[in-house]
């Protein structure tokens, strides 16, 4: 069993920017890929993007790519999400979660956190 705690959410103005944590409970992080996505209110969850277990390759969506960046430290069990030149469109809950393997689809990660709301405003 894997916990995740997603932290760093808030409100900010456009342009700014946010770093996302997840840190993640028991010793078999470093056996996980990590992903991450995001759901606006009507809407369904969107894969942000996803990092391999030891960090060396990574994929985004169009949307975020070249302004948001994705990484992890084995040695403290945490996954980030750093967002640049956010917009208002970037509003949503942001989620991480955990699979073996990378993956573009929610549904095939096991683990999910609870999610933290991030606010853009205009």
């Known amino acids: 069993q894997v916990q995740l705690v997603e932290s760093g959410g808030g409100v900010v103005q456009a342009g700014g920017s946010l770093r996302l944590s997840c840190a993640t409970s028991g010793r078999t992080f470093s056996t996980y890929s990590m992903g991450w996505f995001r759901q606006a209110p009507g809407k369904e969850r969107e894969f942000v993007g996803t990092?391999?277990?030891?960090?060396?390759?990574?994929y985004y969506a169009s949307s975020v790519r070249g302004r948001f960046t994705i990484s992890r430290d084995n040695t403290k069990n945490t996954a980030y999400l750093q967002m640049n030149s956010l917009r208002p469109e970037d509003t949503a809950v942001y989620y991480c979660a955990a699979a073996i393997g990378m993956y573009v689809s929610a549904a095939s990660y096991n683990y999910w956190g609870q999610g933290t709301q991030v606010t853009v405003s205009s």
């Open positions: 990092i391999a277990t030891n960090g060396g390759t990574v």
